[in-house]
């Protein structure tokens, strides 16, 4: 939409118009707490939250005040993480796809209230009335009345290609309201990066993104694609705490979700992204794209909470196409965090401080991207300083606490050494899930062991407690450790309970034997 004669003046002098003596006070705070406190505020952090490494960027008023890393990249080996260490970015992939979308609206190739299956056709969602109704904008929006992460244990890392992903998508059975409740989606980004190759004519997600953004950009060190991640040069390795001491998880990869989650970067790369985001759509004095592509994205589709924050000084929050919004001491704030297995980051700027800040971290059971977020707004933005890092920390260590509780009692019940009621060979066999497809159930000694069709490389291991109850135990330590449940009709085996971290999927699946 064209703005008034009027309103594009007020906003033009905005834009160029001088800083004042409250800015210019809060820059020197800023520059202050980066310059005085950042290492030893991030070393504490590490510390304290048990992180490898860490790195950070911050660009102020078009100048990169700082970009380096802390910490280590692998533990027990001593490089250290710098500016160029390469992260998977996850989720913070969204607002490249979100930034493609807009510029295809810009260059009008397709609108965001276009109907989905305008350009995939076989797009279903799971009743015909809202497969009928909806847009481009919703499924950048996470406004399909599915639950947050719905659908992702059987998407993530798994071998379905793209199309397949949106085959399945028809059975997810959704929670709440079309259009009427946020749940956030993966899904729903990577339909939207599969109609870039349909409204362009045949250029890919993947094409679109460098060619349009990454190479302009001068973004050499960022792929997208997580395929091959492990053997790059200079990238940090993943690691969880999630039910354990810190472990080393597996790389994830998720180019069959590329549009919702496959970049790889570094925050030397990502200040340039921050630079373009608060230039308007310029880089380096070049025009990249239209100040209205980028407005497009920051506009609200979705209202994500209403209501004033118990510790932040914010008020709502909602979604645009890839980046979220909120007031933060009396300036609006965008940002998107990502998480991978084994990393977790977030990417955030202020244009009305002209401010941008990317935290890239290599262990995903943490809140300190966060707080380091938190504490550089705060310095920047002129709140009283509060140790971010210690307030989640002391909301996060209940959680923590009470998984720690249930796995030490989980292995409490195995330690038993009960004898199952049953031989393991009845539990033995194949087992379906409507979303997911099939796992077998295999005797393996005096335990179980599962195997997932759509993961060749996972498995998870089921130790005997009592009733017709076992302990799943996953080979990738970020997937958890939680009761897995027989049910037994007539003396029958009929079903098998499986869950996974929540941050993966937040329900169970419930196979039934074959």
């Known amino acids: 939409m064209r703005l008034p004669v009027f309103l594009t003046a007020l906003a033009a002098a905005a834009t160029f118009a001088a800083p004042t003596h409250a800015q210019t006070a809060s820059t020197a705070a800023g520059n202050a707490f980066v310059r005085d406190s950042l290492a030893s505020y991030v070393q504490r952090g590490l510390r304290l939250w048990n992180i490898p490494g860490l790195a950070v960027t911050v660009v102020k008023d078009g100048q990169v005040v700082v970009s380096q890393g ?51 056709p076989d797009f279903r969602l799971y009743d015909s009335v809202s497969t009928r109704l909806v847009t481009v904008r919703d499924v950048l929006g996470h406004r399909m009345g599915t639950k947050t992460f719905q ?23 959704p929670t709440g309201l079309f259009r009427q409740q946020y749940g956030y989606s993966n899904y729903g980004f990577l339909a939207a990066g599969e109609i870039i190759p349909v409204a362009t004519g045949g250029t890919t997600w993947q094409d679109f993104v460098q060619q349009r953004l990454l190479t302009p950009l001068g973004m050499t060190n960022t792929y997208p694609s997580t395929a091959g991640a492990s053997q790059r040069a200079n990238i940090a390795l993943p690691y969880t705490t999630a039910f354990g001491p810190l472990a080393r998880v597996p790389f994830d990869e998720v180019d069959n979700f590329g549009p919702a989650a496959s970049l790889v ?17 310029k880089y380096n004095g070049q025009r990249i794209m239209p ?66 800040l990317a935290v890239l971290t290599n262990q995903d059971n943490q809140s ?26 002391n909301f996060a260590k209940n959680g923590n606490a009470e998984t720690a509780k249930n796995v030490a009692e989980l292995a409490a019940r195995v330690a038993k050494k009960n ?40 498995t998870t291991t089921l130790d005997y407690m009592d009733g ?34 929540d941050g993966l999927e937040q329900d169970p699946y419930v196979f039934s034997k074959q």
């Open 265 to 281: 970067s570094n925050v030397n790369d990502l200040g340039h992204w921050l630079r373009f985001q608060l230039d308007s759509g």
């Open 419 to 458: 004898k199952p009621a049953r031989s393991l060979k009845d539990y033995a066999g194949t087992y379906q899930h409507p979303v997911y497809g099939t796992i077998t159930v295999e005797p393996k000694g005096r335990q179980l062991l599962v195997r997932f069709s759509h993961h060749p490389t996972l």
């Open 291 to 356: 100040w209205a592509t980028l407005r497009r994205t920051r506009e609200g589709n979705t209202l994500m909470s209403a209501g004033k924050s118990p510790i932040y000084p914010s008020h709502f929050r909602t979604y645009g196409l890839g980046v979220s919004s909120a007031d933060y001491n009396a300036r609006q704030i965008f940002w998107h965090t990502g998480g991978a297995n084994g990393f977790v980051t977030n990417v955030c700027f202020v244009p009305e401080e002209n401010l941008g």
């Open 70 to 120: 802390f910490g280590v990249k692998a533990v027990g080996k001593p490089e250290p993480v710098d500016g160029n260490t390469l992260f998977l970015i996850a989720s913070n992939s969204k607002l490249f796809t979100g930034t493609a979308i807009s510029q295809l609206v810009e260059e009008k190739k397709l609108k965001l209230d276009d109907p989905v299956r305008k350009y995939l």
């Open 151 to 173: 659908g992702d244990f059987t998407f993530w890392d798994s071998n379905l290609s793209r199309a397949e992903i949106l085959q399945k998508v028809r059975y997810l059975k």
């Open 368 to 393: 300190f991207f966060e707080a380091l977020r938190y504490q550089l707004l705060d310095a920047y933005l002129g709140v009283p300083y509060i140790d971010r890092s210690r307030q989640l920390y």
């Open 468 to 501: 017709d109850t076992f302990r799943s135990t996953f080979s990738n330590a970020a997937y958890g450790i939680f009761a897995a449940p027989f049910t037994v009709e007539n003396g029958q085996v009929k079903t098998l309970e499986i869950r996974v971290n």
